[in-house]
Structure formats: C-alpha cells, structure tokens
C-alpha cells in the first residue's frame, strides 16, 4: 500500500507493462499482479508462486528491480513515513471468507 499522484495511474501501469514484458516477473515468481487506486491510495496486489517475502529477497539482486522504484518514484510516494523496503508496504490479512462448496 502506497500513495499515488492523481492522475499517474496510466504512467504507473506502463512501467509495470514495461517490466512484465522481461524476465524479472518470472524470476520473482510472479503468477499475477494488479494495480488499484481510489483517490491518492494505491494498492498493488501480487500473487507469488512463494512467499512475497522470499520473492522480495530474490529481488533485490535481478536487474531491473530497482530500475521500477527508481521509476515509480515521481508518482508513487510511501503510505507510511516509516518506509524502508517494500515489505514495509505489505498489507496483513485480517478476515477471509469463502463460500462453502
């Protein structure tokens, strides 16, 4: 969770475009990514085929990794003041439901 600049939402998702169209995705073990906003909130919602926290650590040594922070910055600014890495932007779940089958 992060704050975008109103109005960046087609900026942002051209350079997640930009970076799902190389290998960096498949290194991270990204199955699916989507991109929210509603007003300044931004809410990026990845499902791993491992933990985002081991995804993350492989992360940081690929190429192109920080090339997208570095990228993102102008428009996309940290929800918390705390900020240090993206983990520190991960939401924890707190309910789950599913229809019983």
Same mark, same amino acid.
């Given at each position: 969770?992060?704050?975008?600049?109103?109005?960046? #939402?087609?900026?942002? &998702? *051209?350079?997640f475009r930009d970076s799902d169209r190389t290998d960096l995705p498949y290194?991270?073990?990204?199955? /699916?990514?989507?991109?929210?906003?509603?007003?300044?909130?931004?809410?990026?919602?990845?499902?791993?085929?491992?933990?985002?926290? #081991?995804?993350?650590? &492989? *992360?940081?040594?690929?190429?192109?990794?920080?090339?997208?922070?570095?990228?993102?910055?102008?428009?996309? /600014?940290?929800?918390?003041?705390?900020?240090?890495?993206?983990?520190?932007?991960?939401?924890?779940?707190?309910?789950?439901?599913?229809?019983?089958?």
């Amino acid at each position: 969770m992060a704050r975008i600049k109103p109005g960046s #939402e087609e900026a942002v &998702a *051209g350079i997640f475009r930009d970076s799902d169209r190389t290998d960096l995705p498949y290194a991270l073990g990204v199955r /699916q990514r989507s991109l929210h906003s509603l007003g300044d909130l931004y809410v990026h919602i990845i499902d791993f085929d491992r933990s985002a926290e #081991e995804a993350m650590r &492989a *992360g940081v040594g690929l190429p192109g990794f920080t090339d997208i922070s570095d990228r993102l910055r102008p428009f996309i /600014q940290p929800y918390l003041p705390t900020w240090r890495s993206p983990a520190d932007a991960a939401a924890q779940r707190f309910y789950t439901w599913q229809p019983q089958s």
